[in-house]
């Protein structure tokens, strides 16, 4: 019964993560939410917004912050609370901007596509598409964990981080498993298989 009553909270937990991105990061205007232009919004609002909800007036201010803190379960830190405010750390699709510091990002990083728009990507560069930044994985199994989300089979593209960051494309990171940037060029692009260079 206890493994039972773990598997529910843990399927509950997962449920209120999405429904927080979708209200933060996509859809605030859907129920009334105000958004400041850093994407703060108000925690008791979001609180009341989650009390109207059938599906979700068991989530408490606690459960909100647990999930902030702790994610809801595969370790990524989507949300960040700070007092009253509460805010995605990433993942807009709404014309916000969320201010991170820049930092220097490890030699390479990881982006997981399908096997369809890689070879676009090899060939016009990677791009944001609706989003504010491309998300950037520290390792490759991760990558690949990302973008079976969208495709069965992704391929996992290989970012030259430190010569994009040297030829002066800024880089962010969200949390340990995030990095963030914008446009980057084919040439900084290697698919495993195919490792010359692009210079376009």
């Known amino acids: 019964m206890r493994e039972t009553s773990d598997l529910k909270r843990q399927a509950q937990r997962v449920r209120l993560s999405k429904f927080l991105a979708l209200i933060l990061r996509h859809q605030p205007e859907r129920f009334g939410l105000a958004l400041d232009e850093e994407g703060w919004a108000s925690l008791p609002e979001v609180l009341e917004i989650l009390r109207g909800l059938p599906n979700f007036r068991w989530a408490t201010r606690a459960d909100v912050i647990e999930i902030a803190e702790k994610g809801s379960g595969d370790g990524k830190q989507r949300f960040e609370v700070e007092g009253d405010r509460i805010r995605a750390r990433y993942g807009h699709s709404i ?19 399908s096997p369809e728009a890689a070879e676009a ?36 593209l290989t970012v030259r981080a430190d010569e994009a960051h040297a030829a002066g494309i800024p880089f962010y990171q969200a949390d340990e498993a995030v990095y963030l940037t ?15 260079r692009t210079d376009r």
């Open 95 to 113: 014309a916000r901007t969320i201010r991170y510091e820049p930092c220097t990002p490890p030699p390479r990083l990881y982006h997981g596509t």
């Open 121 to 156: 990507i090899l060939q016009e560069g990677l791009k944001p598409m609706g989003r504010q930044y491309i998300h950037l994985s520290p390792d490759p199994e991760t990558a690949a964990r990302v973008g079976a989300r969208h495709t069965p089979h992704p391929l996992v």
């Open 182 to 196: 914008g446009h980057i060029p084919p040439s900084f692009l290697e698919l495993p298989g195919r490792r010359e």
